[in-house]
């Protein structure tokens, strides 16, 4: 089945900075991968999210890469601010199968 | 509010109870999924619904956990004869979407989960 690894497990920048968060996974017949965002007390939330057939993807300040040569995608954050400070998870999928696979999440501190 | 809604929010069992967790998908979402989160670790898969039928229940612990989603819309997780072990957050998420379908929303919106204390 799919295994699905993230890196660093905690992160600490200053507020401002970029943060980088990488995940590698092992099944080519993955083609979605979400990132999402949880915070204390809920449920995982969408924040960005890529297709096998697209490298690369923005919206505002979040960019998600993808290499499906190398199977690693990776989530960048510039100008954090202390409101990006939460969990995060990396995820694969194969569409045709349904279920999600997830990393064990970074903890993300903007520090003001 | 429309998102994915889930009751309890926290549960206490006594070890070798029985535990109903209830979510609500939004209206119109075909798939509905069930994951177990424990503390410090990434969601994991428990189980799948394509409308009233369960399409996947590969990552079901053990036979003491029963999934089921009659009408299609509401979804029942039984846990029965709880175990410390069962302790955790469960997840339901819902999607518009059928999987395989080219083009279609494979978004999978969360509910708060239920949090399952098992004494």
Known sequence: GENVEQHPSTLSVQEGDSAVIKCTYSDSASNYFPWYKQELGKGPQLIIDIRSNVGEK?????????????????????ETQPEDSAVYFCAARNTNA??????????????? | ???VSQSPRYKVAK????????????????????????????????????????????????????????????????????????????????????????????EQFFGPGTRLTVL
């Not at chain 2, 004869?81 to 999607?95: G, K």
């Open chain 1, 58 to 78: 923005k919206d505002q300040r979040i960019a998600v890469t993808l290499n499906k040569t190398a199977k690693h995608f990776s989530l960048h954050i510039t």
């Open chain 1, 98 to 112: 349904g279920k999600s696979t997830f990393g064990d999440g970074t903890t993300l501190t903007v520090k003001p």
């Open chain 2, 15 to 106: 070890r070798g109870q029985d535990v109903a967790l209830r979510c609500d998908p939004i209206s119109g979402h075909v798939s509905l999924f069930w994951y177990q989160q424990a503390l410090g670790q990434g969601p994991e898969f428990l189980t799948y619904f394509q409308n009233e039928a369960q399409l996947d229940k590969s990552g079901l612990p053990s036979d003491r956990f029963f999934a089921e989603r009659p009408e299609g819309s509401v979804s029942t997780l039984k846990i029965q004869r709880t175990q410390q072990e069962d302790s955790a957050v469960y997840l339901c998420a819902s999607s518009l979407a059928l999987s395989g379908l080219a083009g279609g929303r494979n």
């Open chain 2, 1 to 3: 509010g429309a998102g």
